[in-house]
């Protein structure tokens, strides 16, 4: 499992075997099982740290048609690594908004769409704490720093019952756990930030620890430029940390964190006695701490106690006058999970899970001193989210694998109180030894909803609860495909079609947003704690379609083609006059190339180079736009005869009626590393949308002198090269 735990019932006699992982160098050796019970723990190097060694022995790399699981993908973190990226900025995030069945959004909008469902639908998983935004910059980058990354699992669908809480995908992430025997470490300095990972033993051989973090600094370079009674800026970091204590073989001790914040300021000072201040910041800390015991050498389980802290600000200040405004959501989760093993046919999985959600849709303080008067009012609302699943992966002879499961969800607040049955079912078959036909199920319920303007913008959106009126989000989904793997030749080819269903999905009405709607006296939410349930409208959704995945995980060429065709609509009786439309990030085709080539392997005398270009293509966003745009008498209330003004009105005909221009782009990339006295130097020359398309970033409507009225475009990124300098040691 995660945790390295593993257990093998074989006959007593002398075997091979070989032990491999993803981003990991492959061992091999003999072991002699005349007595029971033997017990091994095998360390991994990762491959580029190795001198070449061949091992004598037939491939036996981890084969997409030998596994029960569909809708799996895993992505070696070296790939990531080598990916070009805008501004040289490694995201781990954008490298799965490359894979088939995961929708990018436009430039300068953040959220992860799979297989239709909306960002709220993503469970996003770091070491066991829930992520509730998941982005830095507007949406422009993840706040994942990938050098302090073990692993990254995403899944589509096929969810085994230990997942659960969101419809549409699960995005597990596992950080390093340090090395126990040295001291090892990277740093990197680009044209955004720079970044540092230190890891290393605290007691050899017994515990490690690991630390990284990363800093913009454009904010600095634009100090010096500006007058100094008017000042502003923007800047983002992150920080992860890890330690680990091996007590015995049979105990450990894990505990981890994340912190980090964006912002966004601004002040400045007319006189000596005005002053005035303002901005946005929003932020993430999450808090793990693991307790892994194994009970027998067949019986393993993991207890975890995690803290996650979510929350958006708003700030404005003066000598007379300030407001703060915040929303935001916190976690304690305390989850037990358990592993056994009692034969080769058999894995059984069972657990539980207690989450209790502090919801913060908002708290406003103001202090008018001119008035006189102050206002403190918060809106909390508390929840309970409760589960209990066991699942069994079953081997049926040499062809049949089936992975069926059950997870029981509650939740329950002051309102209300809900239970919910979700059953799960995998099947794979086995054609032969390289080709499997695999299909799966899924229920799922989500209890919390993300409240999100449809707009580009800031990260305004609000977590809050299901309640007495808004219903649990509802999903069911049923994939089939075939998995074929190609093993001479080193890659592997996946084609799987779905259909889905969602239902109690939410939008905000026409003309609601997170500030609440005009009618406010204050131009933000009252104090009535479920006042943003009358801004809200709950709707059905269907998604369906098609992906094809080709990917090759070694040798000199490495990388991915992913194509999606998908169809995604919404349906709201209150929106479009209740007909069905299609959802913004309905995305007939979306294609992604991904291709990494070692053209030459670092020697102590030579560079290694390494080439990268990553191509795609996806048909536009559905918008809506005016079709037309005419003067009409304006209304006044009150007057007597015949009124002189006038004001403009737009004609639609619908709903997300209108396609943006399709977007595409190539971005490539080449990497010189050479091996120095004391560490090794990596030089990364990187260019973003380098035939520099001018992809959209929103449309407006404009006028020239003689009224003509036309439709133009805003694109935000150009050609961009970038340049960044890394070092190992």
Partial sequence: NAFGFYSLSLPADSCEIIVTYIGFAPKAFKVDLSKSDNELTVEMIENKQLKEVTIKANRNEERLSQTTRMSV??????????????????????????????????????????????????????????????????????????????????????????YGGRLSSVIDLRMKEGNKEKIKGEAGIGILSSRLVLEGP????????????????????????????????????????????????????????????????????????????????????????????????????????????????????SNNFSLNFSSGIRDYMLKYDMDYRPNNNHNIKAGLQSIYH?????????DDKIANSNTNKVNQIGAFENALYVEDDIKLGLKLRLNPGLRITHFATQQRNYINLEPRFNASYNINSTLAAKASFSYMNQYIHLLSNTGVG???????PSSNNIKPQQSWQVAAGFAKDFIEKDFSVSLEGYYKTMDNIIAYKEG?????????????STTNNYNWEQNITAGQGWSYGTELLVQKKVGKLTGWIGYTLSFTQWQFDELNFGKAFWARHDRRHDISVVAIYKIRKMTNDKNGVTLSGTWVYGTGNAITLPIAEFNAPAHNPGSIGTTSSFTQVSQYTGRNQFRMAAYHRMDVGIQLTRKMKHWIRTWEISIYNIYNRYNTYFYFISSDIAGNRSLKQVTLFPLIPSISWNIKF
């Fill in 458 to 464: 800031l990260p305004t959106d609000l977590w809050v």
């Fill in 202 to 317: 605290i007691v050899k051989g017994k515990s490690s620890f690991i630390v990284s973090g990363r800093r913009t600094y454009f904010d600095l370079f634009l100090l010096p430029f500006q007058p100094a009674d008017n000042q502003g800026g923007y800047y983002f970091y992150d920080f992860n940390a890890k330690a680990n204590y091996e007590f015995s073989n049979k105990n450990k001790l894990y505990v981890s964190g994340y912190w980090g914040r964006d912002k966004a300021y601004g002040y400045n000072n007319y006189s000596s006695t005005e002053k005035n201040e303002y901005g946005i910041g929003w932020g993430n800390a999450t808090a793990t701490v693991r307790w892994n015991h194994l009970f027998t050498n067949k019986l393993f389980a993991n207890a975890s106690a995690v803290f996650t802290d979510y929350d958006f600000t708003v700030i404005q200040k």
């Fill in 73 to 162: 993908i895993e992505i070696p973190i070296q790939q990531i690594k080598e990916i070009p990226a805008l501004l040289g900025e490694k995201d781990v995030l954008k490298v799965i908004q490359l894979l088939p069945g995961v929708q990018k959004p436009s430039e300068g909008n953040s959220g992860i769409y799979v297989r239709g469902g909306g960002p709220d639908q993503n469970l996003i998983i770091l070491d066991d704490a829930n992520v509730y935004n998941a982005f830095h910059l507007f949406g422009f980058f993840s706040l994942f720093n990938g050098d302090a990354l073990k692993s990254i699992e995403l899944t589509k669908g096929g969810f085994p019952a230990r």
């Fill in 512 to 524: 609601a947003s997170f500030l609440g709607t005009s009618s406010k006296t204050d131009g933000f």
């Fill in 358 to 366: 502090l919801f913060t849709p908002s708290a406003l303080v103001i």
